[in-house]
């Protein structure tokens, strides 16, 4: 007879492509873990000696694949030291996926107890029970994990392996030696009592035993029991499916094992970890069972807790992302015939008013908005809202007759959410900005019905806030050629793709060039030259203008020092370049200006630096210090797009300005519309009062050009003289003659 300490089992195995992954599982399950309270009654039951440690070693293996991990198993059932559990990934390219790798291991070692590891969506519950079978055998553990969680889960199953084994020994020992000794007969109902809930059950369902655990955790007394049909203890929570696999287990003399919920005398549920052992006459026949049960009710309970944590948010209590992912994929998964649509909603000036009045503030706004949310769409249970983090927020909208109803619901909300928010002492609003999306783009996956609703609620938010829009098709392709372009403009900036074009600045009176812009140009490998309008707006969002920036400065000064030492006074007198918000807001700009000009030997007041009108005005008091802090090192300060900006020209004296470039609008209407005529006479005669040059941009024509010469403009600059040139275009004219406001059809013939 073998001793029931030789079938104690901590052996773990985990199988998972991540290596790093089979790391974290040794290091958490070497930690510190408590034998589980039973620990005690397992003893008693089993004739165990109390464990002279408070810690359980645990022995973990590991495999990287599904196949490697089958091996293993197959090797320690013939040296006879099996596992007791296995953490089994559910992703492990190439080889087979978790649900695969289960079912393999399963055919060597059926007693194998599974935690299936996963931060996917890949299966539903629905789905890996048909596959998998009764949730007895197996589990989910949801990634990312908690450590403590872990620990359990090994503690826990491996105590239940154990349990198993030690029944089906302890069993087996008692079918041997049933009638030897009343005595020994004595002991075991002795070690059975204390060990769990124990009762006999006949073949027809009567209760012919029950011992004092069994009265204690139902509620009925021993009389109330016994002669009654098992079914009195039954609950409803369980489906006729699981019963019926139950009683055909047990009808082929099998043992049966599992977790089921009874119901007690008082209506409230129990969990039981069960095992049914049919007991057999000497012809192999089914006489009664013997059945054996621990209380789970506490570790179902803790599991409940965690999956709430883990498919909840906690402070609203809507269910969370990976919740409504399970929903998104089982709405897809019902086929084309399902109509359904998501609404995703982020709220306006949320960062503002959490910033401003405090994070609990805006988490009592968080709650607000989930509260509108449940009573708004209450009444159905077709409607799920869901909070994704932070003020985003989804709702999906199930079983549609109409797809257009998605519109009206997300009008509605618009209105709910318009309205103001009391937050204490405070009256705020926060309207929403909502993207739709609808099942008639046939998605497969939840994770792109939900980055396409993403993408549609980003463009509402764009084309103004308290607004919706409906995803369709090109929104994915200019978002997917935008990401492209951000990479490329990455691989740009390291294979030194851009170049720079220069467009002269004109004296209006004396018709010579004396000055360029530097303007960057980007010549991509396939697509060819890309337009500073769409590559411009991506460099500035993703950082990159800073680093482009700096070659743009650095290169046209060398270029412009390169000029003056070759050209001498041939060369144009004044260089200009832009400046973005970014690189205004770099503290270490002024330094780097002051380098570039040193090491290329340039006069500080041949540069010019140009920052748009809108830019100074969107926040006067972060950068004129910072243009004044430029204008020191002797550098010119260039307001460029004048007349964009909605300046006032009675504060033009308190900004640190040389000269006011005239945006292209004014150029364009001067001649057509006397009121802007007015204006840029004003402007002229201000401009000189504050002792400012003035540049004329965008000139086209030649009528423009008189007017702004009748009107005294300094300086012009426009495709009238010439387009913008590349470094050989617009050297080859340095030192003619040519009055460019005389003559620029030749010039521009001469530069193209």
């Known amino acids: ?414 209105d709910v959410f318009s309205q103001s928010y009391q937050l204490g002492a405070h009256t705020v609003y926060s309207t929403a900005s909502i993207g739709v999306v609808t099942s008639e783009f046939q998605y497969q996956s939840a994770s792109d019905m939900l980055r396409d609703a993403d993408l549609a609620m980003y463009k509402a938010k764009a084309a103004g806030h308290g607004s919706y829009l409906i995803f369709d098709q090109t929104m994915r392709e200019k978002a997917q050629y935008r990401l492209q372009l951000e990479g490329d403009l990455r691989t740009a900036i390291s294979q030194n793709e851009f170049s720079l074009f220069y467009q002269p600045i004109v004296s209006l009176e004396s018709g010579k060039l004396e000055g360029l812009e530097a303007l960057v140009r980007w010549t991509h490998p396939d697509r060819g030259l890309i337009s500073p309008d769409d590559f411009i707006p991506v460099a500035e969002e993703t950082g990159l203008i800073g680093a482009i920036g700096q070659w743009c400065l650095d290169a046209a000064c060398q270029q412009f020092a390169e000029w003056r030492q070759t050209f001498g006074d041939d060369a144009p007198g004044f260089l200009h370049v832009n400046v973005s918000r970014r690189q205004l807001l770099d503290p270490n700009l002024a330094k780097l200006v002051e380098q570039v000009i040193q090491k290329h030997a340039i006069p500080p007041e041949h540069l010019h630096l140009e920052v748009t009108e809108s830019l100074i005005m969107e926040d006067q008091k972060t950068f004129i210090p910072i243009l004044k802090k430029l204008r020191k090192s002797g550098i010119k300060i260039d307001m460029d797009d004048f007349g964009t900006g909605h300046s006032s020209l009675s504060c033009l004296h308190e900004f640190p300005l040389d000269v006011l470039k005239i945006d292209r609008s004014f150029v364009m209407n001067a001649k057509h519309v006397r009121d802007y005529a007015a204006l840029l006479q004003a402007i002229l005669t201000l401009a000189d009062n504050l002792e400012l040059q003035v540049v004329a941009e965008g000139i086209t024509d030649s009528e423009q050009l008189i007017l702004l010469q009748a009107l005294g403009c300094e300086y012009g600059q426009g495709y009238l003289f010439s387009e913008p040139c590349t470094t050989e275009e617009i050297q080859s004219l340095f030192g003619s003659q040519i009055d460019w406001t005389q003559n620029s059809s030749e010039m521009q013939t001469a530069t193209t």
Request: net charge negative.
């Open 1 to 414: 007879m073998h001793e029931i300490n030789e079938t104690r089992n901590r052996r773990i195995l985990v199988i998972d492509d991540n290596e790093a992954i089979h790391d974290d599982f040794k290091k958490i399950l070497a930690g510190s873990v408590k034998p589980n309270s039973t620990s005690d009654s397992y003893a008693a039951f089993f004739g165990e000696q109390a464990a002279t440690s408070d810690e359980l070693a645990f022995d973990v293996d590991t495999a990287s694949q599904g196949q490697a991990g089958l091996e293993k198993v197959r090797q320690s059932i013939q040296d006879d030291q099996p596992y007791a559990m296995a953490f089994v990934d559910i992703r492990m390219p190439p080889g087979w996926d978790g649900i695969e790798t289960v079912g393999r291991l399963w055919e060597v070692d059926p007693d194998l107890l599974i935690v299936i590891c996963t931060a996917y969506n890949d299966y539903n519950w629905t789905e890996m029970s048909q596959r998998l079978g009764c949730m007895d055998r197996w589990l989910i553990l949801k990634k990312p994990f908690d450590n403590v969680e872990v620990r359990q889960l090994a503690s826990s199953l491996t105590e239940k392996w154990d349990l198993a084994r030690k029944a089906e020994l302890k069993i087996s020992e008692l079918q041997q030696t049933v009638g030897t000794t009343n005595r020994e007969l004595a002991a075991f109902r002795k070690a059975v009592d204390a060990a769990g809930i124990v009762a006999m059950i006949g073949v027809d369902g009567t209760i012919l035993e029950a011992n004092d655990n069994f009265c204690k955790v139902s509620g009925y007394s021993h009389d109330e029991l016994v002669g009654q049909n098992h079914n009195i203890v039954l609950s409803d929570h369980h489906p006729d499916e699981f019963f019926e696999e139950l009683y055909a287990t047990v009808e082929q003399n099998k043992i049966w094992r599992g977790e089921i919920c009874n119901r007690a005398k008082d209506g409230s549920l129990y969990w039981v970890d069960t095992t049914i052992v049919p007991m057999l006459d000497e012809h192999d026949k089914t006489v009664s069972y013997f059945t054996l049960r621990i209380e789970i009710s506490d570790r179902k309970r803790l599991m409940g807790q965690l999956h709430t944590q883990a498919y909840n948010d906690s402070l609203t209590g809507l269910p969370n992302r990976a919740s409504i992912l399970d929903s998104i994929q089982t709405a897809i998964d019902r086929g084309p015939n399902h109509h359904f649509a998501l609404l995703f909603l982020d709220f306006d000036r949320f960062k503002l008013i959490n910033d401003s009045l405090g994070h609990d503030m805006g988490d009592e706004l968080l709650k607000e908005i989930a509260q509108r949310l449940r009573t708004t769409l209450r009444g159905t249970d077709q409607i799920k809202p869901a909070r994704l983090g932070g003020d985003e927020f989804v709702v999906l909208l199930n079983r549609l007759t109409n797809l257009d109803d998605a519109t009206v619901v997300a009008e509605r909300l618009l």
